[in-house]
């Protein structure tokens, strides 16, 4: 066990949150010792039938003294304040512009999105030097993004766009905490944050698959799958059109709604026939046993990118 | 004894306790408890149903504190270990903190303190016992029928629309409990305004029925917002109506706000108490007038008023404002002054007294150094960039557990070991009583210092499993949690016992000046023989011209006389 | 004087009598704080969602509103009346109001059940089948059938008060001199009232002006 790890400083502004802990600490400790000395002090002193003076207090003891140590309080608690919270503290540097990451947090994982379509789950690689910009949302209940070695964190929320910016400056692989409670298997919902030096995460971005964003691999199964075939508003046979379809209240017809969301989409490319909307014919063929989940995560991202109205490309 | 008074003289040439009937032997039936409007026996149904809780909220957490010995979660599973720490924290805050002192000490001291026959309603604080029970038995039912898994805090949406355990019951029991801490508060309002003894003026108030008025106060303002805010969590739980939902439009943190504009105030439900109990034992075992007793009024008004606005610093990182943050961090310096205030009189009170290290009095010290520390991490927590990093960690963990155990429980042992004489008669073992009081205060230490350091390392609260490198911290805290379920264990055995065979106490075992003490113990039934005047200022433990004598305790001057 | 309204601990009615009026007035004081978080919520989500609260607001049933907000004011006159007669000794007039009051009190209970029924026809209750599209909408009227319940539990539970009035007195109208009840029954019954005077606009003309 390397108890000289847990502390360590891996990003911009850590050696500054650490310092002002510090500072708060040794403050602290002078306040404690002065109480926990002049209590001592009194009650040994002051224990009973010693000779110490009794009678009167001394003359300076009076409520000036008392004005006095309120004020004294008061002003190094709001000098405190000054110093330590109210100037504004930048994450990253303006000079480069920062890698912006997607977060989508749910019980109990972190998916990670990267700029060039990489995904991770659970893991976060990062190169070391580089202003990094994340913009997360919550897929359920809330959760929150804490990396210790960092000194970051931030809720992620529901229907809710959060952002965090920090800069590392050590490589190494860093704990991912949830810090947030969010149920059965909260304290699993962990992950890696890996710092790379730059030709290590150019190297680890090569390898990675090479391919378009989620929403685009999904348009492709959509032509390949023969979903098209159907739900293309140009196509002859009577399918819903999908597109703007995403987040909006279905009807069926057994006189439900259904808000169309990943569960809901889901059911439908598997379980066709559940949840057959109003005003068509129940002709879906089941895809239970056609597609596995990434390639149904794949569709519904595509689903989800279309736009009313989008011109679809043929 | 070298020591004994005019007062205690006076006391003892009265005929034996048992002679006039007290309020314990008034009645002597089940019934007569069930159905009593005494204020001293409704303290003690309170005393008795919070000693309950207090040990089933220390069961839950021991297990999951046994369970946290090693990194894996190996002892009980994920869900069972959520269920524990949500108990722990549901039946430790509302069920033992928020009525720990008020509900007992409260209810049997204030009218005897401000010279009252009873409390302003009798019949009214009876019905909030009743209340306290029927949340109770809610909440019963919830661990029975398998358990809440939300934490205390009942964060939507997790708590209205995604856990599968039992929130409905959990909330309910909350919810009717919260009444009954409402007509607590205004009863004891009431009380302190229309029942004080001639005499007793508003600045003759001993500092515990200050502290009794301003926590009322507090619950009276803050309870209702908490009632309704987990009234609506609960409405969208049970109809699905979109109220907190964001998936239907809602905002995710309004229930955090109203939730923390209660549970911030309530921490001061919880320390308020515990400071005016503390000026009485300070004062007591000091020999001394307390010091600046004006600002001690003041404070406790202070803290009661600027802690309904500093709820924000709860949700640092939750997604408020910048400038939001910034407001609410200053008021939590802010409200940190009037603690200080209140640290530095005590130690100023010791100056130049008596003093004597009974139990009562090392409970204090304790309380003392326990309370500072815990408010000087809430400094840090009051800081920004740091709160960011320790938020949801071990050190917030540690931080409430300082105040509220290290603070509240202490004062709750320090009352109890105080008062214990004039509540039963009895004097316990005061060799047994001063061992405790060390042994909780290290035991306590052991526990909970060491988790501030792993929560500065980055060690999440409310984890089942964790990173092997914070295991050695768990370790000692699990280790300091045994010894402090010892030192909790003690006083149940030597105070029961002494209950039944201890030595008679007197009226005024420790001499001390409150009215409270002016009477037999125990008290009888209506409290005083005869109406009392109040003649003096409390505290008067010295004549004000020439303090206390150097070799022997100095005749006090008692607040009034019965009579 | 009767000894039936002086209750432990006091000595003397005037002394007990004020503080029960002082009590009523702190519990008031937690109702506000009661209702202050729903109205603090409402006022959240009205600043969010301006439009869709002002349509929502327009599907509330505006005659049921009106009449029922008529009647508890009708009714908040018999209670000032009732309890004005009690302190100045007209016992036979208070036992006259007292029901009056009740009677108009479970007259509202009745139309607001009606108008509930008529809401549900309309699916005006939040989930499947709502008809307003309007994100924020359903909130409205998540808003709406929670206070206007909270409400109609307080008029019930102020019933209840009034009739026990009316009981309590029965064999001995002199105890209404002497006891508050008179009054901290009013003085409650005028608070449920206010509370329905600010949800009336905030519900039934918030969508018409």
């Not at chain 2, 003894?197 to 619950?219: D, I, K, Q």
């Not at chain 2, 939730?259 to 105030?265: D, G, K, M, Q, V």
């Not at chain 2, 004039?422 to 035991?443: Q, S």
């Not at chain 3, 309007?134 to 109609?152: D, K, R, S």
């Amino acid at each position: 066990m390397d108890l000289g790890n847990l502390f360590v400083e891996a990003s911009r502004g850590a050696a500054e949150v650490d310092t002002d802990f510090l500072i708060l600490l040794l403050i602290s400790l002078l306040i404690l010792t002065l109480v926990v000395t002049l209590v001592l002090v009194f009650a040994i002193r002051y224990r009973r039938g010693s000779p110490a003076k009794r009678g009167l207090l001394p003359s300076f003891m009076s409520h000036e003294f008392e004005i006095g140590w309120t004020a004294a309080t008061a002003f190094l608690f709001i000098f405190i304040f000054w110093w330590l919270v109210a100037p504004p503290r930048l994450a990253g540097s303006p000079q480069t512009p920062a890698l912006q990451i997607q977060i989508y947090a749910k019980q109990w994982m972190w998916k990670v999105e990267h700029p060039n379509g990489a995904r991770e789950i659970n893991t976060l690689h990062l190169p070391l030097n580089t202003p990094v910009h994340l913009v997360m949302t919550s897929q359920d209940v809330i959760h929150s993004f804490y990396v210790p070695a960092f000194r970051v964190k931030h809720d992620v929320l529901p229907e809710r766009v959060s952002v965090l910016d920090f800069y590392p400056t050590q490589t190494g692989t860093f704990h991912l905490f949830c810090a947030e409670y969010c149920g059965t298997d909260h304290s699993q919902m962990t992950g890696d944050i890996i710092v790379m030096r730059p030709e290590d995460y150019a190297h680890w971005r090569e390898v990675q698959p090479q391919s378009d964003t989620l929403a685009a691999e999904g348009e492709a199964l959509f032509h390949s799958l023969g979903c098209s075939g159907c739900h293309d508003p140009a196509s002859p046979v009577h399918a819903p059109d999908l597109r703007g379809v995403y987040g909006q209240s279905v009807p069926l017809q057994d006189g439900r709604h259904v808000v169309a969301d990943d569960a809901y989409i889901r059911d439908c490319i598997l379980m066709p026939q559940l949840n057959v909307p109003a005003g068509y014919p129940p002709i879906m063929p089941s895809f239970a046993n056609v597609v596995d989940d990434s390639q149904i995560e794949r569709l519904i991202a595509y689903i989800r990118s279309l736009r009313p109205g989008q011109e679809l490309p043929k | 004894m070298s020591d004994v008074t005019a007062d205690t003289l006076r006391y003892s040439d009265l005929p034996p306790v048992m002679a006039t009937p007290n309020y314990l032997t008034h009645g002597r039936t089940l019934g007569s408890w069930l159905t009593a409007t005494d204020h001293k026996r409704i303290g003690l149904l309170y005393a008795f149903s919070i000693t309950i809780f207090f040990f089933i909220g220390s069961i839950a957490i021991a297990i999951d504190r046994l369970d946290l010995l090693t990194p894996a979660a190996d002892l009980v599973s994920d869900d069972t270990y959520n269920k524990l720490f949500t108990l722990h924290g549901i039946v430790m805050v509302w069920f033992f903190l928020i009525p720990s002192i008020p509900a007992t000490f409260g209810n049997f001291f204030l009218p005897l303190m401000i010279g009252a026959k009873d409390v302003a309603f009798p019949r009214l604080n009876l019905t909030s016992w009743y209340l306290f029970i029927i949340g109770a038995c809610f909440t019963v039912a919830c661990i029975v029928a398998g358990g809440v898994d939300t934490g205390w805090t009942f964060y939507t949406p997790y708590s209205s629309q995604y856990s599968h355990s039992y929130v409905a019951a959990a909330a309910a029991g909350v919810f009717i409990t919260g009444f009954s801490s409402i007509l607590t508060g205004l009863n004891f309002i009431a009380t302190t305004h229309m029942l004080r003894a001639p005499g007793m003026s508003w600045f003759r108030l001993p500092l515990f029925v200050w502290s009794m008025y301003t926590t009322s106060a507090v619950m009276i303002l803050a309870t209702p917002v908490l009632a309704i805010t987990l009234f609506l969590m609960t409405a969208e739980r049970l109809f699905d109506i979109p109220i907190f939902d964001p998936s239907q439009g809602g905002d995710p943190l309004l229930f955090q706000h109203l939730f923390w504009f209660y549970s911030h105030p309530a921490v001061y439900i919880m320390i308020l108490p515990a400071m005016g109990l503390i000026s009485e034992v300070f004062t007591c075992f000091a020999r001394r007038r307390v010091f600046g007793y004006a600002a001690m009024v003041y404070a406790l008004t202070a803290i009661a008023v600027i802690g309904f606005f500093v709820w924000g610093h709860h949700m640092f990182v939750a997604g408020e404002s910048p400038f939001a943050n910034l407001v609410f961090s200053f008021l939590s310096f802010i409200v940190a002054v009037p603690s200080a205030i209140k640290v530095f009189n005590w130690t100023a009170t010791l100056y130049r007294g008596q003093i004597t290290f009974e139990s009562p009095m090392l409970y204090a010290l304790g309380f003392l150094w326990l309370f500072t520390v815990g408010g000087l991490t809430g400094l840090f927590l009051a800081t920004i960039p740091i709160d960011i990093h320790v938020t949801d960690t071990y050190f917030v963990v540690a931080h409430f557990h300082y105040i509220m155990v290290g603070g509240t429980v202490s004062a709750f042992f320090a009352g109890l070991h105080y008062w214990w004489p004039k509540i039963t008669g009895r004097l316990y073992h005061e060799a047994w009583a001063r061992f405790a009081a060390l042994l909780m205060f290290f035991g306590f230490n052991l526990t909970f210092f060491p988790q501030f350091i792993m929560g500065y390392a980055g060690m999440p609260r409310r984890y089942h499993a964790y990173a092997p490198e914070f295991q050695i911290f768990h370790v000692l805290s699990t280790a300091g949690a045994a010894v402090l379920g010892a030192a909790y264990l003690m006083p149940v055995g030597y105070l029961i016992w002494s209950a039944f065979y201890g030595d008679r106490a007197g009226a005024n075992p420790w001499q001390a000046t409150g009215l409270e003490w002016q009477t037999d113990s125990p008290p009888p039934k209506d409290n005083f023989r005869a109406p009392p005047v109040i003649t003096a200022a409390p505290y008067e433990y010295h004549t004000a011209e020439e303090g206390p004598p150097s070799h022997e305790r100095g005749l006090h001057n008692v607040q009034g006389t019965a009579g | 004087m009767t000894s039936d309204a002086l209750r432990e601990p006091w000595t003397d009615l005037g002394r007990q009598r004020e503080s029960s009026i002082f009590a009523i007035w702190l519990f008031l004081g937690t109702e506000v704080l009661f209702f202050g978080g729903m109205f603090t919520s409402y006022a959240a989500y009205r600043f969010l969602y301006p439009e869709a609260f002002l349509a929502a607001g327009h599907e509330t049933n505006i005659y049921y509103g009106s009449v029922n907000t008529l009647i508890l004011l009708i009714s908040s006159f018999f209670m000032a009346a009732g309890d004005l007669a009690a302190r100045a000794g007209l016992f036979r007039f208070a036992r006259i109001c007292f029901p009056a009051t009740a009677i108009l009190g479970m007259m509202f209970l009745i139309l607001k059940g009606f108008e509930y029924n008529d809401d549900l026809e309309k699916h005006l209750f939040p989930g499947p089948g709502f008809p307003l599209p309007e994100a924020g909408a359903a909130i409205f009227w998540a808003f709406y059938w929670v206070m206007t319940f909270i409400h109609a539990i307080h008029l019930t539970i102020g019933i209840g008060a009034v009739i026990r009035l009316q009981l309590a007195s029965r064999h001995d109208p002199d105890w209404l001199k002497h006891s508050a009840a008179p009054e901290v029954t009013a003085l409650y019954w005028h608070f449920v009232d206010v509370i329905w005077v600010i949800l009336f606009p905030l519900f039934y003309l918030a969508g018409r002006s």
